[in-house]
């Protein structure tokens, strides 16, 4: 227990650059808390215990502005970063190396028993206010932008932006690019997404700007027809 413990400390301290000693982490990171909590409730939750985990889950939703089912399976070194409004759902799978920042909601999409909940591969970064909704999963060294909901398997090594989530790069490579087969795998800051939208906007801003240019050349010829036909 104590060696998870010290795992997940140092997880929170390779990854935030804001924190300054591990006591620091461990007293006052409400994401640590809510990982270690869970684990406890997570243990009554495998023997078949009800009520009790979910009193710890109800105490650590308080306490840490997270609510992770007490069935949710969580892998070794995760990081969930500022915490507050994160949801996971009773059946979400959890890879190693995970790091999720506030408002992400690992969640379902009906009422349906079973499996019903993402399960999340090694090494993948979920952005603030993501949302993964339903039983598919999300492979290894992906990143979700922030924002993005997910309905879709997400493929390993991608990046996934947009309302629905949709693959924009792999392997560190756009899709649309003629090089998909990349052989080096670039590790993206979550900052540093790929954005679509914006893209968009910018080949809409050339179109217009060219439009505007054939506007004004028609001004002037039409000036120039007025001027030698007053």
């Known amino acids: 227990m104590f060696e998870e413990m010290k795992e997940d400390i140092n997880a929170a301290m390779r990854r935030d650059p804001a924190a300054k000693s591990r006591l620091e982490?461990?007293?006052?990171?409400?994401?640590?808390?809510?990982?270690?909590?869970?684990?406890?409730?997570?243990?009554?939750?495998?023997?078949?215990?009800?009520?009790?985990?979910?009193?710890i889950n109800a105490f650590s939703r308080f306490m840490t502005g997270c609510d992770i089912h007490p069935g949710a399976k969580l892998g070794r070194g995760l990081f969930i970063d500022h915490a507050t409004g994160l949801v996971i759902g009773e059946?979400?799978?959890?890879?190693?190396n995970v790091t999720l920042y506030q408002g992400v909601t690992l969640?379902?999409?009906?009422?349906?028993?079973?499996?019903?909940?993402p399960t999340i591969g090694n090494n993948v970064v979920i952005s603030c206010g993501a949302?993964?909704?339903?039983?598919?999963?999300?492979?290894?060294?992906?990143?979700?932008?922030?924002?993005?909901?997910?309905?879709?398997?997400?493929?390993?090594?991608?990046?996934?932006?947009?309302?629905?989530?949709?693959v924009v790069a792999m392997h560190g490579v756009k899709v649309n690019s003629a090089n998909v087969d990349a052989d080096s795998l670039i590790?993206?800051?979550?900052?540093?997404?790929?954005?679509?939208?914006?893209?968009?906007?910018?080949?809409?801003?050339?179109?217009?700007?060219?439009?505007?240019?054939?506007?004004?050349?028609?001004?002037?010829?039409?000036?120039?027809?007025?001027?030698?036909?007053?």
């Open 25 to 55: 982490i461990a007293l006052c990171y409400p994401g640590l808390h809510a990982i270690w909590l869970h684990r406890i409730a997570h243990h009554f939750y495998l023997k078949g215990w009800v009520l009790l985990p979910r009193m």
């Open 91 to 96: 059946t979400t799978e959890l890879g190693t």
């Open 107 to 117: 969640g379902g999409t009906g009422k349906e028993k079973g499996k019903r909940h």
């Open 131 to 166: 949302k993964v909704l339903g039983s598919f999963k999300v492979g290894d060294n992906s990143k979700i932008g922030a924002g993005s909901v997910v309905l879709h398997e997400v493929p390993p090594n991608s990046v996934v932006v947009g309302i629905p989530g949709r």
């Open 187 to 230: 590790d993206l800051n979550h900052n540093q997404l790929p954005d679509p939208v914006a893209d968009y906007e910018e080949k809409l801003n050339e179109h217009l700007e060219a439009m505007q240019k054939r506007l004004d050349t028609l001004d002037a010829l039409i000036d120039k027809y007025k001027e030698q036909h007053p």
